[in-house]
DNA sequence: CATATGTCCTGAGAGC
DNA sequence: TGCTCTCAGGACATAT
């Protein structure tokens, strides 16, 4: 499931394939259903093959391929899809490689980009300039999880009834938090997920906010969240390590590692499994952990 | 308008 | 052993 951090790791992962010219895609064969697709495969292998990609970019949790001639090619993991410069997990999910040319001033680097989907959920795109803005643009996307301010998060969601927990997975009110960090962040700022939007208070959005860029950017350094499932991957096939560092995600029933006195107990809000410590999260009580003030301000 | 539900898809694991 | 069932959840379409 990835989310920013382990998106974000992939984009870092394959940033080797800026200055690289796409010479071929291929589609491997393959018994399992075709990933979706836009345009067709072949329109779209029409349209990329001789085209530079100048940078690689991120939107809320796709991976943004910038070509040369201000197109973009869009790439959403979504379940279980990754981006890889070699050493897929199995060959059978490869679902598409981008041949690349690496010119002669390029230094030595990865002359493959694969897309690998395990199940196939994950989507591929091409943007003509005049699409991005109805795609990505902020109608669609809210602003991301690591530069929103506090102000702006409480602006968007102070008057929605839904508990901040399913609110914060919401990609046009925030951008890049799904179910694993969303439970991780409310932790952490001390927060109960089954809260109301409309009843938190300023520092409670603080706290949010605070902590959500704090457990994001933690969870980049340590390249992202490989659960035991095992389908994470970066760029490169190596899990990630933020797993070891999870406070609640996927640990029902253990006495929580921050208090040591409350155990962490998982229940499901819209159709997706939340796990909370009751002692650190309550609905009202001292939250201890006062972030620096600093640190609230957008950049 | 805000919110809720159904859908896609595969692989793993449980139960019989 | 091999079948059927359930579950995982990101984003989008559709329904209330």
Redesign the pocket.
């Known amino acids: 499931?990835?989310?920013l951090p382990e998106v974000e790791t992939m984009r870092r992962g394959i940033l080797g394939v800026v200055g690289t010219t796409i010479e071929s895609i291929d589609q491997p064969k393959s018994h399992?259903?075709s990933i979706d697709f836009t345009p067709s495969f072949p329109a779209l292998r029409k349209r990329l093959c001789g085209r530079t990609i100048a940078d690689v970019g991120r939107c809320?949790?796709?991976v943004l391929l910038h070509l040369d001639d201000t197109s973009i090619v869009v790439i959403?993991p979504?379940?279980?899809g990754l981006v890889l410069v070699s050493n897929p997990p199995t060959s059978?999910?490869v679902r598409v490689i981008f041949s690349l040319d690496r010119p002669a001033p390029l230094e030595t680097g990865p002359t493959e980009l694969m897309f690998w989907d395990?199940?196939?959920?994950g989507k591929v795109r091409l943007l003509a300039p005049t699409e991005v803005e109805q795609?990505l643009g902020p109608e669609?996307?809210g602003p991301d999880a690591l530069i929103i301010s506090p102000e702006t998060l409480r602006e968007r969601l102070r008057?929605?009834?839904?508990p901040i927990k399913?609110?914060l997975?919401d990609?046009k009110a925030v951008a890049g938090i799904?179910?694993?960090y969303a439970s991780e962040i409310l932790h952490r700022a001390g927060v109960d997920p089954r809260v109301s939007?409309n009843r938190l208070s300023v520092p409670q959005w603080q706290r949010i906010v605070y902590w959500t860029r704090a457990v994001l950017n933690e969870a980049i350094e340590y390249e992202g969240s490989t659960l035991s499932?095992g389908t994470y991957r970066n760029a490169l096939n190596d899990p990630g390590g933020y797993q070891n560092h999870h406070r609640v995600y996927d640990r029902g029933d253990e006495q929580c590692r921050q208090c040591h006195e409350g155990i962490i107990q998982r229940f499901?809000q819209?159709?997706?499994?939340t796990y909370f410590c009751p002692n650190c999260q309550q609905r009202r009580g001292l939250h201890p952990r006062v972030p620096d003030p600093k640190l609230y301000d957008a950049t």
């Open positions: 499931m990835p989310e399992l259903q809320g949790k796709r959403e979504r379940m279980a059978l999910h395990k199940r196939g959920l795609v669609k996307i008057k929605s009834q839904r399913v609110a997975l990609q799904g179910n694993l939007c499932d499901v819209a159709q997706r499994s």
